[in-house]
């Protein structure tokens, strides 16, 4: 069974322009949820979708956006791209939207602004 | 607030030996505690899962234990080999309003030298 996929794997843009990052979740998963993590850091949550409705969001800016799909696959968007947005985004697939459940990650998708 | 805790950051030890890693939460009101393994630059493979009702769990080589109570668990690690090198993160869903997300650590390094 495949688990869960992002693309692209990598990918460089310039500050200013806009960026969309795709996720598949595990067949059967309908809960899509997105975390960006810098360097050294842990992974920070940014927005988490369960049936295609948002159910959760974290303190990032309005330039950052996301949509679930009637597939529950998912994409995350950012607009305006600043330098620090350079993260590893991860997409974590789950069973249920909340409440007692497992999380399952992708391998992340690079993106580098410069 | 949700906060998490690792300890050590970095750890470096020789192959063949037992090490246990550290993680602390300062709210004990929480469903779930996951422990991930992250190879460098790469996404986060789920280890282990502890549901809040239990106390340990293994697989293979590794045992987490859980004490909610007092906000701690423990990453158990026996006969350490080369591949086990990585960072290893923990993370917490929390009970309440916030159980739509994973609140992580930053993560303990762990070398293993041969």
């Known amino acids: 069974d495949a688990g869960v996929t992002q693309s692209p794997t990598h990918l460089i843009k310039t500050r200013g322009q806009q960026v969309t990052l795709r996720c598949s979740p595990i067949s059967g998963h309908k809960s899509v949820s997105w975390y960006q993590q810098v360097l050294g850091q842990g992974p920070q949550f940014i927005f988490q979708y369960y049936e295609k409705e948002e159910r959760g969001r974290g303190n990032f800016p309005d330039r950052f956006s996301a949509r679930q799909f009637p597939n529950y696959s998912s994409e995350l968007n950012v607009n305006a791209l600043l330098l620090g947005d350079s993260a590893l985004y991860l997409c974590?697939?789950?069973?249920?939207?909340?409440?007692?459940?497992?999380?399952?990650f992708g391998q992340g998708t690079r993106l580098t602004v410069v | 607030k949700q906060e998490v805790t690792q300890i050590p950051a970095a750890l470096s030890v020789p192959e063949g030996e037992n090490l246990v890693l550290n993680c602390s939460f300062t709210d004990s009101a929480i469903y779930n505690l996951q422990w991930f393994r992250q190879d460098p630059g790469k996404g986060l493979t789920s280890l282990l899962l502890?549901?809040?009702?239990?106390r340990e769990q293994t697989s293979g080589r590794l045992n987490a234990s859980l004490d909610k109570s007092s906000g701690r668990s423990t990453l158990y690690i026996a006969a350490s080999q080369p591949g086990d090198s990585a960072t290893y993160l923990c993370?917490?869903?929390?009970?309440?309003?916030?159980?739509?997300?994973?609140?992580f650590g930053k993560g303990t390094l762990l070398t293993v030298n041969p």
């Open positions: 974590a697939s789950s069973l249920q939207g909340m409440g007692n459940t497992e999380a399952f």
């Open positions: 993370a917490v869903r929390e009970r309440g309003g916030s159980n739509y997300k994973l609140t």
């Open positions: 502890i549901q809040s009702s239990q």
